[in-house]
């Protein structure tokens, strides 16, 4: 009978081999420049797609943001921030296997979207680093400094200049106007 081909039929597969792309490194870190690197490999026997989301879209742009890698191949991703990163900035990197030649991933089969997700943050300056940087900012203070002393000197030189000077001062004299009373008891300037 069809009830007893439909219980001894096998059930479905559950062994599917997740199908999920290496990223490299494991924290996403954004150099001075707020810019950072990261590799995904696809160390996979199938061709898989990619696509990059983060949660805050309009400060990051991600380039690519999305593709297709062969087996053993990978790709470098540039991503620039345009803000300093917050520590709820995170990246998620969606992955699935290719398994017809019209792929597209609102058809991708359920469970084979696998999601890798990175945080963000900025890369600690090595202390060489720190030091170049604390020696360009007093560079910079000692110019500074330069250019108050000179405007100082300058604004000196011209109080002591303008002191025994007799500067012109004009005086406008306005017209006085009188008011007189009128019948009607209103006042007008005459």
């Not at 991600?62 to 087996?71: A, F, I, K, M, W």
């Amino acid at each position: 009978s069809m009830g007893d081909q439909a219980s001894t039929a096998a059930p479905p597969s559950t062994t599917t081999t997740a199908c999920v792309l290496t990223v490299e490194p494991s924290e996403i870190l954004l150099a001075d420049n707020k810019i950072a690197w990261c590799t995904l490999r696809n160390t996979h026997p199938c061709k898989m797609a990619y696509k990059i989301k983060t949660t805050a879209p309009t400060k990051y742009a991600v380039r690519p943001v999305s593709g297709q890698l062969e087996p053993s191949a990978h790709v470098d991703v540039e991503i620039k921030c345009s803000d300093m990163p917050a520590p709820s900035d995170l990246f998620q990197i969606e992955s699935a296997p290719i398994t017809s030649p019209d792929f597209e991933w609102a058809n991708a089969a359920p469970g084979s979207i696998m999601r890798v997700t990175r945080a963000v943050r900025m890369k600690p300056q090595t202390p060489g680093e720190v030091f170049a940087d604390l020696n360009e900012l007093s560079r910079q203070l000692v110019q500074v400094s330069k250019l108050n002393v000179d405007l100082m000197q300058k604004v000196d030189s011209a109080t002591k200049e303008m002191a025994g000077k007799q500067v012109p001062c004009i005086v406008h004299a306005l017209p006085l106007q009188s008011s007189r009373q009128t019948p009607g008891g209103v006042r007008t300037a005459g």
